[in-house]
């Protein structure tokens, strides 16, 4: 079956322009995920939805970002006035209450460079 | 403090050999804990759960000690494939689903 979509896969922005990522997660999962995941690091949570509730932003890094999930499966990260900090590979994972704890299915990415 | 320390390497080893990754975690409430796997430039897939008791999987064993918060993964007999980036990884609870990841290990298994 599909797994985790994202998209664009690469995303070159001049700083100050706004950006929107997309993912499709595997369908009928219920909780989706965001994570930035800079070089050379291991991914950090951003967000997470449980079908349209957004329960956790905890990760956002600066009221620049906003995600939302509106029909509870398609979510899209938004990043407005992007700097150069914000470059990295943002990745999207979906799980089911019904897989085992931990076990979360990644998309693969989509790599933002700003310039 | 990073919340998950781990290595970063690289480990370089040769094909048949046994290596051994270690990982300490700083949150005591952690509840649950797994290894992924991240190969270059691609997206990052669960290796395996880890538990207190010890488990194993094929060539792989991950062990928990929760009283000095520390996680290991061994890799016994080692193949070409194995190369990758090893993330350690924690949960704080079965109700907060997120996952909280170390910065991996780089695994290079050679000829």
């Known amino acids: 079956g599909a797994g985790v979509s994202q998209s664009p896969r690469y995303k070159v922005a001049k700083r100050g322009q706004d950006v929107a990522l997309r993912c499709d997660p595997i369908s009928g999962h219920v909780s989706l995920f965001w994570y930035q995941q800079a070089l050379g690091q291991g991914p950090e949570f951003l967000t997470y939805?449980?079908?349209?509730?957004?329960?956790?932003k905890s990760g956002l890094p600066s009221d620049r970002f906003f995600a939302e999930r509106p029909e509870g499966s398609v979510s899209t990260l938004k990043i407005q006035r992007t700097q150069q900090e914000d470059s990295a590979v943002y990745l999207c994972a979906s799980s089911s209450f019904r897989d085992r704890a931990g076990e979360q299915y990644f998309g693969p990415g989509t790599r933002l460079t700003v310039t | 403090r990073k919340e998950v320390e781990q290595d970063p390497g690289p480990f370089n080893v040769p094909e048949g050999a046994t290596v051994a990754f270690n990982c300490t975690y700083s949150n005591s409430a952690s509840q649950s804990f797994f290894w992924y796997r991240q190969d270059c430039r691609k997206e990052p897939k669960l290796l395996m759960s880890?538990?207190?008791s010890g488990n194993e999987d094929g060539r792989f064993t991950a062990q928990l000690n929760r009283a000095s918060q520390y996680i290991s993964l061994l890799i016994r007999d080692s193949k070409l494939s194995d190369s990758a980036t090893y993330l350690c990884v924690v949960s704080p609870s079965g109700s907060a689903r997120q996952l909280t990841f170390g910065s991996g290990t780089q695994l290079t298994v050679l000829p």
């Open positions: 939805f449980q079908n349209e509730a957004q329960l956790d």
């Open positions: 880890v538990y207190s």
